[in-house]
């Protein structure tokens, strides 16, 4: 077999397994409700052109300036160049999706096969990932973002790169602490002793074993991602000719919404971020609760913050659960 | 804690910190053969000799008319004296000297933060977790998804909008004699605090909810251990069960977490300082990538990837000097 022929095989398979997660994630009341108002950002993302009233690159209204939202402008028109609000709003939506899409799929990849590597080859590979992931834990992200982007240019392509070169850290420490444990477990034993090669233990048992953990993740990081990219387009590191929620909220200020009390210009990019964010993060914690029926909602959210907050207090915490010995940073220098 | 335990780890922090300072002195050579380039790059109208004056002037300035190598040991022989070299501003004033002025508004700010966000999500968090299933602990829990989605600078906004222009209750915009005025006085002190309250405020709805988080979850394990029961069944009364027992076993995680914020605590607040027009170590660094201050920028990095690196050694430390288990594991 061809090696692009085994990686399309795996391929389909994790695609498989995705589209089962999604029928579970259907039956599920809550995760229903997560799911519909995802696809709607799709809808809106890829439709946008038919859906939004009026075009929000034209900024040659010099008449409809600063308007107040009315059945004309839903949401009203901007101070500065009378652009429609509630346009905007919609076409904002595609940024949005597509960062936090393309980053999460991104990482996802990148984390589980560091991850694996790390876990399962161990040795040379595992020191070495692990001193990069150390690296990386310290320098400071918001500034290099900041730097790198007066380097080579302001893009999103540049701001999902850095996502994805820094983002990868966390997942992939998780990756290897489950590998490291699946690796001692019976039926891993009983492939090698078949004379299993690397590759087929590590896509045909090792890689079905983290795969929960990685669409979960996914969802997780999708939304963490949204977050900081509306951060990083208030700073006015993104696209400047593209509009995002993030960079409406920037303009809101800097055009004197705040002054004027326009408060709907600051509400609407506002609201955008919390209902994208909230609706992935819904899918993750509902996603959790099906792989872990023991888990209630609750640790949900606990997890949730072991995501988002600094990975080594997830390694703290994960060995306080599980009571595993195996602390990844405790071992080896 | 054994004394090898101690001596690895201050060695492999050492070496972090000078992969982290090649970096360093290799992200603003990126694209470019010439340093000079980044640091003075063409202008339009600019003919060629002069601008071969021109770089020929920053390289003799910024020490670049030496080989790559022989820079690079200047710049780690100069941070052993603690020099990161001179910003771009009037008077090419020292970035160390720039740092300091800014670093302590910016720690007004995040101390301020971490000591709100503790001491009250302490509190909430022990109140969920003893009140675990009721509305109080379903509140928690329904205000901590709302707030991850919310960002902290949504959030300072609408402050801002609210407090700062509607009711005018405090300043929407740092004061600019606030640093210049200041003498120690009560009244100046005052004046800082009236003046930062919002960003403070902005900065600590997430933090409350998420060191509340964190302690609830952290005391419900705890309560399912076998020493509270024991210490029930032996018919202790609740609150010395909560104080002495629980409690007390609870703050590893947190103690924990309080140490991996300590790095957050001077590049965590760009955004929030940019808002309100905060003379802090945020947009001392936004104000120098709008200049294409390179030394300043890279000197701020450098300052804040060795503060992590701190954090994350003193963490280190002090959860095996809590956890002996640690240093036990290290050694098999």
Known sequence: MSIIKRISNRLIDILLSIWEFIKKLWRHPKGRVGLIMVLFLAFLAVFAPLIAPYDPYDVTQRAAKGLSPSWNHLLGTTITTGQDIFSMLIYGTRVSLLVGLVTGIAIAFLGAILGIIAGYVGGLADNTIMRIVDVMLVIPTLPLTIVITNLFGKSYFIIVLIFVVFGWTGLARVVRSLVLVLKNSNYVKASELAGGSRWHIMTKHILPGVSHLLIMNTALTCAGIMVAEAGLSFLGLGDPTAISWGKMLADAQSGGALLFGHWWWIMAPGIGIFIAVFSFMRIGLVMEEILNPRMKASSGIYKLFKTLNNTYIQEVFAKMDEGNEDLPKGEAL | ?332
């Open chain 2, 1 to 332: 804690m054994q004394r090898s335990f101690v001596i690895k780890r201050i060695l492999y922090a050492i070496f972090i910190f000078f992969v982290v300072l090649t970096l360093n002195f290799f992200i603003p050579r990126l694209g470019v053969n010439d340093p000079a380039e980044r640091y003075y790059p063409p202008q339009g109208n600019m003919s060629e000799i002069e601008y071969e004056i021109i770089k020929q002037v920053t390289r003799e300035q910024y020490g670049f008319d030496v080989s790559t190598f022989k820079q690079y040991t200047n710049y780690v022989s100069g941070l052993l004296r603690f020099d990161l070299g001179n910003s771009f501003k009037a008077d090419n004033p020292k970035v160390s000297d720039l740092i300091a002025e800014r670093l302590p508004w910016t720690l007004v700010l995040s101390v301020s933060n971490l000591v709100i966000s503790l001491s009250i999500g302490l509190i909430f968090g022990t109140v969920a977790a003893w009140k675990r299933g009721r509305w109080q602990d379903s509140l928690l829990l329904n205000l901590s998804t709302i707030s991850v989605a919310l960002p902290a600078f949504f959030i300072a906004l609408i402050l801002s909008f609210y407090f700062g222009f509607e009711l005018e209750l405090f300043p929407a915009y740092t004061n600019p004699n606030m640093v210049s005025q200041f003498d120690w006085s009560l009244d100046a002190i005052k004046v800082v605090f009236y003046n930062a309250a919002l960003p403070i405020i902005s900065m600590s709805i997430g933090g409350i909810i998420g060191y509340s988080q964190r302690t609830r979850n952290s005391v419900i394990a705890v309560t399912n251990e076998e020493f509270v029961l024991t210490a029930r069944a032996k018919g202790l009364s609740q609150n010395k069960v909560l104080f002495k027992h629980t409690l007390r076993n609870a703050m590893l995680p947190i103690v924990t977490a309080v140490g991996m914020s300590l790095s957050g605590l001077i590049g965590g607040a760009v955004i929030i300082e940019q808002i309100f027009n905060w003379n802090g170590m945020g947009t001392l660094f936004l104000e120098a990538n709008n200049t294409n201050d390179y030394p300043l920028m890279m000197g701020i990095m450098l300052f804040m990837s060795t503060i992590a690196i701190l954090a994350n050694l003193i963490v280190e430390l002090t959860y095996s000097l809590l956890d002996p288990r640690i240093t036990v594991g290290e050694k098999r």
